[in-house]
């Protein structure tokens, strides 16, 4: 990162600033279930208890089925069984097929028709035709097959409802992290509050083993402080003074107070929650396509059993018959797996990312990391550790002591969080120099920072800043210059360490087929020396902000599809150009608004999970569709009676259970989706 300073705030915020604990969105996309945010767990209950209601009276429906005795035998019928069968069906059709019934008057209302168009179609058909007979035409009733039909549609339904709401669960998970309550410091005594209660500034305790109630500044004692479920760190992480700690992170054996920095709407977690949220119900180009094949599905099915229909009817078939291949058509092209194959794994994604520290701010991109073919990175706290240490300093003019050339750096870097500010800081600290008062303190991006001290004019820049170099720059070191009026009086290097898991993070996007390419306001020396340890493709050094934009723009006119992982200020504009833009979570703001999506960690690690789990959910959807259209295509031909010369028949009922298991089988695919650390 180049050396502009600022105040960099470590956790990213989205533009959602005013974040609610909504339930979770609805996965399920498709016009099922018509509106958003439904109570998928209120909805698995009753599914559930109308599939037992069902089922006891599905067994009396058999047993006084004329067809069912014949096939065994038997002959059980007595005055008024007829129309005791045609009671017990009328209220599986009315209470069994209550949702379906709803879920056609609904779509026909929306003019959506879809799943329950379908579903509810059917079973209308078979209980009209059935009920027909019972009151003098012609045929066989098939109240048996109505019933298993009502059935199986509702144990399908009961477990995908089951799934989509585990699909959900992760979310979940991430909105119970907020305690309901905190220890409010009032003077000498405390006392319990509501968490939304809490006010800016607001002092909290957070005892030994509780969840912090809100995002804040440390202001006494000292703790390990386990951030797992929110950043993917499963390191329990030190605080002491000072330090930041986020709302739903779980403290460890010592007791903190905390000065609270934002009000639980604006909180980090809940603007993680309603990131997931939204991300959840955007709808990327894969679904939006999916939505596309199931709605032509719906058609295809209603064309497909009228023509069914249409074909054994005037063939010379019975009018049981007819209708019966034309209920099982229609039943078992359902676009049901097709309309949940995007939305189960978009809800398993973006939730499980969230925990793992990967906030996808946009779903397209996310799915588009499959296409990156180059990523590249901003140097400092990214692929380095992000933390200078001054390795030696000096002074070029003799008016000036070695000493005094820090202690000036440090009159203009006191108040900024940039990480060569901060090295300079922790030097002078260690050193016990005291700071000369700096007015009118300006950054200025990407060159250094500027202020008046005692007068005269002092700026602290990167060399880039200057036309030629008064210190050689040695191997691995990051230098800065301290001027006078624009004339250089000293000089200050840093040197930063490589993260530990860079290299590993390069070899692994190698792998991947991925070239690496180092972006920095660093000097040429720094920039190869890393560029060489890690194996990197290609380095640019001395990148002022807007030549960042442009070395990405270049890439892509060359062809590559351009990841780029940055922070600061100054990675802003390259984020936005990049075709992915990925934001680290140390970095400002500004990183994280044009980012596509935002990494809690800074980690390369990350970067590298984040790719392969964008490929891995892409694959997850493929694998879905494909399943939910290839098995419409073997199962509706069947369905429609094309074997039945050769004795392949399949019922109303079968065409249910394998409508069912498609969706079950999506269902699982989705659930099988992982990060992997």
Known sequence: ????????????????????????????????????????HAMVGDFKKRFYATLALTIPVLLLSPMIQHWLGVDWSFPGSKWLLFVLSSVIF????????????EELKNRNPGMMTLIGFAISVAYIYSAATVFGLEGMDFFW??????????????????????????????VKLMPSTAHLVHGDHIMEVGTGSLKKDDVILIKPGEKVAADGLVTEGESAVNESMLTGESRPVEKHGGDKVIAGSINGNGALHVQVTHNSAESYLSQVIQ????????????????????????????????????????????????????????VICCPHALGLAIPLVVAKSTALAARHGLLIRNRTAFENARKITTLVFDKTGTLTVGQFTVARYGALDKNFSDDDILRLAYSLEQSSEHPIATGIVQKVKEMG????????????????????????????????????QPVEIRAG??????????????????????????????????????????????????????????GMDQYFAEVLPHQKLEKIAELQKAGEYVAMTGDGVNDAPALAKADVGIAVGSGSDVAAETADIVLVNSNPKDVVNLVLFGKATYRKMIQNLAWATGYNIVALPLAAGVLSGMGILLSPAAGAVLMSVSTVVVAINAGMLKIRD
């Open 1 to 40: 990162m180049d050396h502009s300073h600022g105040h960099h705030h470590t956790e990213p915020t989205t533009a959602h600033q005013h974040a609610t604990h909504a339930a979770p969105p609805a996965a399920d996309g498709h016009n099922s279930h018509a509106a958003h945010g439904h109570d998928h």
């Open 94 to 105: 009315v209470y069994g097929g209550w949702p379906f019934l709803k879920g056609l008057a």
């Open 145 to 174: 097959e109505l019933a298993t039909l009502i059935l199986i549609m509702l144990l399908g339904h009961w477990i995908e409802m089951t799934s989509v709401a585990g699909a959900s669960r992760e979310l979940e998970l991430l």
């Open 275 to 330: 990131l997931v949220n939204d991300a959840q119900r955007s709808k990327s180009r894969t679904q939006l396509l999916a939505d596309k094949a199931a709605r032509w599905l719906t058609l295809i099915a209603i064309v497909a059993g009228l023509v069914t229909f249409a074909a054994w009817y005037f063939s010379g078939s019975t009018l049981a018959f007819a209708i019966e291949r034309m209920v099982t058509v229609i």
């Open 433 to 468: 120099l005291t700071a000369e008062k700096a007015a009118n303190v300006t950054a200025i991006t990407g060159k250094g920072i500027t202020a008046t001290v005692n007068g005269q004019a002092i700026s602290v820049v990167s060399p880039n800043a200057l036309p030629s």
């Open 477 to 534: 070191e990051t230098l800065v210059y301290v001027q006078q009026n624009d004339a250089v009086i000293g000089y200050i290097a840093l040197s930063d360490q490589l993260r530990p898991e860079s290299a590993d993070a390069v070899r692994t996007l190698r792998e991947q087929h991925i070239k690496t390419v180092l972006l920095t306001g660093d000097n040429k020396i720094v920039g190869e020396s890393v560029s060489k340890t890690l």
